[in-house]
Structures are given as C-alpha cells and as structure tokens.
C-alpha cells in the first residue's frame, strides 16, 4: 500500500480535551489519539467514523 492509500490522522493541531476526554480539534478520544500510529487503516476507518458522528453531535 502507497503511502497515498494510507489514512490521514484527522489531526487539526488543535490540541485539548474536553471534560469527555474528546479533542476539540479532531473528535478523536484520548485513546484513539494514543494508538493511532498503532492501528491498522481499517480501524482508521472506523475511528473516522465515530469522528464524524461526534463532529455531527457537536453541531448540534
């Protein structure tokens, strides 16, 4: 796989978490943010999607 294939990390550099442990500037959790580098693009994938759920939420 090229690295053009690869999933991103969703990093805005916009770095704090709020009170639900939530990044403000990406939407990843604090634990997402740790194993990123760690997970495979599937579970990339799926962490971006939970991503956009809360980017929907917080629009709300």
Do not use: F, Y
Request: aromatic letters at 2%; glycine letters at 4%; one cysteine or more.
């Amino acid at each position: 796989m090229s690295v053009a294939e690869k999933v991103r990390s969703p990093c805005v550099s916009v770095c704090a978490l709020d009170a639900d442990d939530i990044c403000i500037g990406c939407h990843r959790s604090g634990d997402e943010i740790l194993r990123w580098t760690q997970m495979n693009d599937h579970e990339r994938r799926e962490v971006l999607e939970r991503v956009a759920e809360r980017e929907r939420h917080a629009l709300l």
